[in-house]
Every structure is written in C-alpha cells, then in structure tokens.
Nanobody, 116 residues
Framework: QVQLVESGGGLVQPGGSLRLSCGASGSISSFLAMGWYRQAPGKQRELVAT???????NYADSVKGRFTISRDNAKNTVYLQMNSLKPEDTAVYYC??????????WGQGTQVTVSS
C-alpha cells in the first residue's frame, strides 16, 4: 500500500505561481509512473502531467509551457511547479502513483484556486 501526501495548494491571483508537492511512502524510483491529475467542479478528473520510471514526461496541452513536473528520488517526492496560473486551472489536484500490478494510488487532493 502506497501512501501519498500532497501539499502546496492555495489561493493565488491570475498570473501567479504555486508549487505542489507529493510525498510517497515508498521508493518512487520503483514506481511505473507518478503524476498529477485535477478535477474541477462538475467536471471529470483529467491528467495534468506524468513522469514515468524512465523519466519521460507528458503534459496536458492546456498546461504545456506553464507547468513543470519533477521528482526527487532521494526525498520520494514529486513536484508540480505551476506558473502563469489561470482561473481555469482552479481545481482539486491529486497526486497519482502507478505501481506494478498494475495498481493505482491516489492522494487526498489539494485545492488550487486562481482568482482575483
């Protein structure tokens, strides 16, 4: 069982920045992939960014050039740096781990609100 703890959400003005962190209970270097998803009110959960075991990264078109996913294997933590935030980025952001099996694990979510 993998435990995930997210932090870093909050309220930010349009054009601002936030960095989300997701700490994992296991060694993230062994996971198939880690990533961030988000869910806005009344909408389905959608992929934001993923990084796989080999280091390949995938972004949703809506965040390309603004968001950066990274990981620190020594700290078992994955990050999402979000710049040039827009009101449409407002959502609950969830950390995800895809482990061998395959098994999916989710964090509890952290709220990001972009508003003036």
């Amino acid at each position: 069982q993998v435990q995930l703890v997210e932090s870093g959400g909050g309220l930010v003005q349009p054009g601002g920045s936030l960095r989300l962190s997701c700490g994992a209970s296991g060694s993230i270097s062994s996971f198939l992939a880690m990533g961030w998803y988000r869910q806005a009110p009344g909408k389905q959960r959608e992929l934001v960014a993923t990084i796989n075991r080999g280091g390949s990264i995938n972004y949703a078109d809506s965040v390309k050039g603004r968001f950066t996913i990274s990981r620190d294997n020594a700290k078992n933590t994955v990050y999402l740096q979000m710049n040039s935030l827009k009101p449409e980025d407002t959502a609950v952001y969830y950390c995800n781990v895809l482990d061998w099996g395959p098994k999916n694990y989710w964090g509890q979510g952290t709220q990001v609100t972009v508003s003036s």
